[in-house]
């Protein structure tokens, strides 16, 4: 890399962050209330694979989200293939941490122990969740989610 390049992305990095600083809620509250709209929108989420809201659970995932878990990323239509039998019977969400992106998008990490069923096959997990959620055009969906096995 020569060094104008180099100073080229320090520029860029050193503006993207600017950016972002200048998009994201400032206050405590604000980022408060942001991390609670959130949390509410990926328990709606959730709540939708419990009772089998199906179309719920569609509408809120990005037509460009990706979800990552133990068999690698997978994209909008995937996530619906694979969700089409699976039901939540009971979930509990801990530890939930929160950063604020922008005032419209904020990512949020949790422990969840769930119990469920998916084709067929009853089931009870523990795992640790990201999600990261935008609010576009005045509705949030998610645009990226990732599960990791959790003890």
Known sequence: ???????LFVVLLLVAGILAYAQSPRTASARDALRDEIVAQERA??????????????????????FVDDHGPADKAVIVKNTAEFRLKDYTITDI??????????????????????????????????????RRGGKWVCVFSQETAAK
């Open 97 to 134: 941490r929160f950063v604020a992106l922008s005032a419209d998008s904020g990512l949020i990490a949790y422990r969840i122990s769930e119990t469920g069923s998916s084709h067929g096959r009853e089931f009870t997990a523990k795992a640790i969740v990201s999600a990261l959620w935008v």
């Open 1 to 7: 890399m020569t060094r104008s390049t180099l100073a």
């Open 45 to 66: 989420e959730l709540d939708s694979l419990k009772t089998g809201d199906m179309g719920a659970f569609v509408g809120v995932l990005a037509d460009d989200a990706v």
